[in-house]
């Protein structure tokens, strides 16, 4: 008989194992006794773990430790391992099974056989002939059901699939919590990163406004700077304006100080001339009235007084002279 494969994705491994212990109670009261068992087992896989790890220590409860002789653990999938290199390592995962308890090791030394199955029909007639000449046998699942009388619950076939399956969905369970709480801790770093990132482009952005506003205090003061400097130049050169025009007006009412100085000087040396003229006159006239003599007359003297008086007037301060020569 050739039994539903575990890893079924339709149906699971639970459901065929009651298909097989079902069938194994009713071939069991039909009189149809197993003389061999063949696992079989592809020599490509990596290594026995995860399901097939599970599959078969439920295998080696169904069977029982009194039926392991009549066990025979295939592998297949040889002429895969064309080349040396695959065909040593196919070699070493054979060796590794072998040896291994907790994977084919307690049953090889209780007495299953391991063999080779090659991609050949006459190999395989070859080794079911062989088989066939066995003995009969009673796997324990059958004891359990058939004499025992327990349910599918109750047998260790079912027990230790609840149980690898119990600590693959614990495993599992953990993997999940794991891989939660690794997702959560680098949602938490993302979400860390993401704050410290928004955090620095924060500062860099306060840092940009603060120099901004530090160029524009910097700006205004030199704007201010420049204005001050500005209105100092402006207000030294309206300070140097007012001082050349001070300096003009000054130098303005000197030229006129010394024009009028110059003009009074001209008037004094003309007044002083008339005045000598006058003074001769009257020396002249003096001398004629010692002399009895008349050497000029009072008119003549008159004309020159009066050309002194009237330029005299017109001057500033020549009135003394008037006065004086009037008495004279």
């Known amino acids: 008989m050739d039994t539903p494969g575990f890893d079924d994705t339709n149906v699971s491994d639970t459901d065929i194992l009651r298909i097989l212990l079902k069938w194994l109670d009713e071939s069991y009261n039909a009189g149809q006794k197993l003389t061999a068992i063949l696992y079989l ?9 995860g399901s097939a790890l599970r599959n078969f220590t439920m295998f080696k409860k169904l069977c029982g430790e009194g039926c392991y002789k009549n066990v025979v653990l295939g592998t ?11 065909y040593e390592v196919a070699q070493d995962r054979e060796t590794e ?13 209780k007495g299953s056989e391991v063999v080779r199955i090659l991609n050949s029909s006459y190999v395989a007639r070859e080794l079911l002939l ?21 349910s599918f619950d109750q047998t260790a076939a079912s027990q230790s699939l609840r149980d690898e399956l119990g600590k693959e969905r614990t495993v599992a369970e953990k993997a999940k919590k794991r891989l939660q709480e690794e ?14 990132e928004e955090e620095a482009k924060k500062k860099e952005h306060e840092r940009k406004l603060a120099e901004q506003e ?9 704007q201010k700077k420049q204005e001050a400097e500005k209105a100092k130049r402006k207000a030294e050169a ?6 050349m025009r001070r300096e003009q007006e000054e130098l303005e009412a000197l030229m006129e100080k010394l024009k009028l100085e110059k003009e009074y000087e001209a008037r004094s040396q003309k007044v002083h001339k008339l005045i000598n003229e ?3 006159w009257f020396e002249l006239l003096q001398e004629g009235i010692k002399a009895g003599k008349v050497l000029c007359t009072f008119r003549d003297v008159a004309q020159v007084y009066h050309r002194l008086c009237d330029y005299c007037f017109k001057s500033i301060g020549a009135g003394t002279y008037y006065r004086m020569y009037l008495w004279y």
Do not use: P
């Open 97 to 109: 099974l072998i040896e291994n308890k907790q994977f084919w090791g307690g049953m090889v030394e």
């Open 76 to 86: 297949t999938f040889w002429e895969v391992a064309t080349n040396q290199l695959n």
């Open 41 to 49: 087992h592809r020599i490509t896989d990596t290594r026995m773990q």
């Open 238 to 243: 309206k300070a140097r304006m007012e001082c």
């Open 130 to 150: 062989r088989l066939a000449k066995k003995s009969t046998i009673m796997l324990k699942a059958q004891e359990e059901i058939g004499i025992d009388g327990k």
């Open 183 to 196: 997702h959560e801790y680098k949602m938490q770093q993302i979400e860390k990163k993401r704050k410290a």
């Open 278 to 280: 006058v003074q001769e």
């Open 214 to 222: 530090r160029e524009r205090i910097r700006l205004e003061q030199e």
